[in-house]
């Protein structure tokens, strides 16, 4: 039966009905809701687009007064039609800003910092002031980037039980939705799920370098042919405004050339994200499920997506009538990222650059991995740094050193590099002898 409890500190009576859940204990939990929480917890939104927009609005009437927001993008007039706290005026403008000066406006009491930048500006300690993540992205890559984050969160600082923030994840395609919690290291992460994305469908590549009849075909000529032509030695960084530019101008001459029109700055950045044009009732509910979950897990006043043992998956279809379906996604034993390290056999007199190079060239046993601006770290802290030139220049001579001056035996080792959109963990065993 529920029981009432103290009063939940939202006297305007705007907020009598938030008062009435956070003031009645759930027959779910043994102890009291903690309405507190909501006040001094710091919460970080991740993109400010179309679900953003409904996160940060959802987390802000949902009595959540300490919230931070990244996005790196700027806004489009194609936004207007969806993204409802952005107007004409505010076109050219960055999201993050514009959003969180909305919000605040309309909702007194709440503090929304932006940040106007990429989410790898940001350090550990940044990430670490949050009580929570929650996400409204439309990249996988960066899903990818911020679910490697948080495990490392955990496990570089496995000293501190504050390093496990939660992530709520909210994605949509069209009339299709998902919501899902993790909690890094313990529950299914987002490496492990990434066979719940639908594949990118395949243009023959025929058809691409000599026959287009679509523009979608040039911007992947641009993408594919072009870019490998003339720009080899860069990755591509499909978040860099100056990349997506260089695509987008080549597809356009392209498109030019075979007299086909329909070639867009934001069509480029569609084809090459594999971005999938978002409809607002869909973002409002996956929003809302997403805000929900915060809510019970920050309060305590329901039971929540993301426990081990429990669902952590929800699954929204709306394009053939309406359909919603929760469950367990089952942890990956061999995730590379919160599954264990690989285990590798090393000789002790390597050096750090001979361990490089036969990682490079499948010598130690794994797959060949072609590293052109590796990172490298232990649980001691970095060992190589390849960039910026800064951290080359302190960290380059250890790559001289012996791994048995740098490491101890059945020592982890991290390595990243901006070619593989993942980490790659190993655990080194020094051989007899």
Not at 54 to 80: C, W
Not at 190 to 205: F, G, N, S, Y
Not at 238 to 262: K, M, V
Not at 337 to 344: D, I, S, V
Request: hydrophobic share 35%; aromatic share 8%.
């Amino acid at each position: 039966m529920a029981v009432a409890v103290a009063d939940a500190g939202f006297p305007e009576p705007r907020w009598k009905y938030l008062n009435q859940i956070l003031t009645t204990q759930s027959p779910f939990f043994e102890e009291p809701p903690t309405p507190e929480l909501l006040k001094s917890s710091k919460v970080l939104v991740i993109g400010a687009g179309g679900l953003g927009c409904e996160i940060l609005k959802n987390l802000a009437l949902s009595g959540f007064r300490d919230i931070h927001v990244i996005d790196m993008d700027t806004i489009d007039v194609s936004n207007l039609n969806r993204q409802f706290l952005f107007r004409q005026t505010d076109v050219g403008k960055p999201k993050a800003t514009v959003a969180a000066k909305f919000v605040e406006k309309r909702v007194k009491g709440v503090k929304i910092k932006p940040y106007y930048g990429k989410i790898q500006d940001k350090d550990d300690e940044y990430y670490l002031q949050f009580s929570m993540v929650i996400c409204g992205l439309d990249s996988v890559e960066a899903r990818k980037w911020i679910n490697q984050k948080l495990i490392g969160l955990v496990k570089d600082y496995s000293d501190n039980p504050q390093a496990l923030k939660p992530l709520v994840d909210g994605g949509t395609e069209g009339f299709k939705g998902q919501a899902r919690v993790i909690f890094p290291t313990m529950t299914s992460c987002i490496e492990c799920q990434l066979d719940l994305h639908a594949p990118r469908a395949q243009v023959p590549l025929c058809t691409i370098a000599t026959v287009p009849r679509q523009p979608q075909h040039c911007i992947e000529w641009a993408h594919q042919i072009a870019w490998s032509a003339e720009r080899k030695d860069d990755t591509l960084d499909t978040d860099d405004p100056e990349h997506i530019s260089w695509l987008y101008t080549h597809a356009l001459a392209r498109a030019n050339e075979f007299q086909i029109p329909g070639v867009t700055y934001s069509m480029t950045q569609g084809v090459v994200k594999n971005i999938i044009p978002a409809i607002a009732s869909t973002n409002a509910i996956v929003a809302a499920a997403c805000c929900n979950e915060a809510f019970k897990i920050l309060t305590s006043t329901g039971p929540a997506l993301g426990y081990p043992g429990t669902s952590n998956y929800m699954m929204y279809t709306g394009d053939d009538s309406v359909y919603t379906h929760t469950f367990e996604h089952q942890r990956k034993e061999d995730c590379p990222e919160c599954g264990p390290a690989q285990a590798m056999h090393v000789d002790g007199d390597w050096t750090l650059q001979d361990l490089l190079r036969k990682l490079s060239t499948g010598e130690t046993g794994e797959e060949a991995r072609e590293f052109k601006q590796p990172t490298l770290s232990s649980g001691d802290g970095p060992l190589y740094y390849s960039q910026p030139a800064s951290l080359e220049e302190h960290t380059r001579p250890n790559l001289k050193r012996k791994l048995t001056e740098l490491l101890q035996d059945g020592e982890e080792v991290a390595v990243s590099d901006p070619a593989y959109q993942t980490q790659f963990r190993f655990k080194l065993s020094f051989r007899d002898g």
